[in-house]
């Protein structure tokens, strides 16, 4: 079956605040759409719900990144082509730039934006990981203001999220501290470019005597939404790096995560391929 056009409706508002007084005059009858990679998957196979879209993409309200003093700050509208190009990104936040080049082919990375990747929440997120273990802050938007919250805390459930029907997401913050971490970050796919990650696995870690003093790990594929792994970083933080150690690190993380079975993989797979990254990020370090 395929798409309609004559069953659906797109508005394209040309300023934010256009975009924002619609959606709170009708909160929950609009969809945004900004590159419409993942929308127009669903348009073209007849599987979009939403009837009516409002259209963000154009708005360079949205569309920037901002290297501040202490952040570097990238609106939901920059996409993953801008993300790759942008050379303070590349050198201090590697891994955001790193997980841009996996979204797609390049065709695909000058639509698709991070507002949407995030927003969609797909458990195999390529972007989600990164951002994860550099501690980012998601800024919402309404015509009721702004909020701030913890990019950890955003996903709620399969693709279910803690915005409000009148919110969009607004912008990524970044905090400009991890040039001196070790980072790692691997995906696990049927191929080395335009797959879906069967499995990746992101990491930042500080190390003194190889004692690890800071570390944060996080993965897609590997429960409903893209998450942090805080039993497993518990089981690693203040302890001696050793052959034992990254062996109940790696027992901890088979233990923590909540794979499915699916049409890409098994979870028992996802399991050891996740625990076999750690311990290549581990024995790296």
């Avoid at 998450?227 to 690190?249: C, D, F, I, N, Y």
Wanted: avoid cysteine; charge should be neutral; hydrophobic fraction near 50%.
């Amino acid at each position: 079956m395929r798409g309609n056009a004559l069953a659906h409706e797109m508005i394209a508002p040309a300023t934010l605040d256009a975009v924002l007084e619609l959606m709170a005059r009708e909160p929950g009858v609009w969809t945004p759409i900004a590159g419409g990679t993942e929308l127009m998957v669903a348009f073209s196979a007849g599987h979009l719900a939403a009837k009516k879209l409002i259209s963000l993409w154009g708005l360079d309200e949205l569309r920037f990144i901002d290297a501040n003093p202490e952040s570097i700050v990238i609106g939901a509208g920059a996409t993953f082509l801008d993300l790759r190009r942008h050379e303070v990104l590349s050198a201090e936040l590697p891994l955001v730039a790193q997980a841009a080049g996996w979204i797609g082919a390049v065709a695909n990375q000058g639509r698709a934006t991070l507002g949407g990747n995030l927003a969609n929440g797909s458990p195999a997120a390529d972007s989600a990981p990164a951002l994860l273990v550099y501690d980012a802050q998601i800024e919402l938007v309404s015509v009721r203001g702004r909020r701030m919250i913890p990019y950890a805390e955003f996903h709620t459930g399969y693709k279910k999220n803690v915005m409000a029907a009148d919110e969009l997401l607004y912008a990524v913050h970044l905090p400009r501290r991890f040039a001196g971490h070790q980072q790692y970050l691997r995906k696990v796919g049927a191929r080395r470019a335009m797959a879906i990650s069967k499995v990746a696995l992101a990491g930042t870690a500080l190390l003194q005597d190889r004692v690890v003093t800071e570390i944060r790990i996080a993965a897609a594929s590997l429960a409903p939404y893209p998450a942090r792994m805080p039993k497993t970083e518990a089981a690693l933080l203040g302890r001696h790096l050793t052959h034992e150690s990254v062996a109940e690190a790696r027992r901890t993380l088979i233990d923590e995560v909540r794979p499915i079975d699916d049409i890409r993989s098994t979870a028992e797979y996802r399991r050891r391929v996740a625990a076999n990254l750690l311990g290549e990020f581990l024995l790296e370090l």
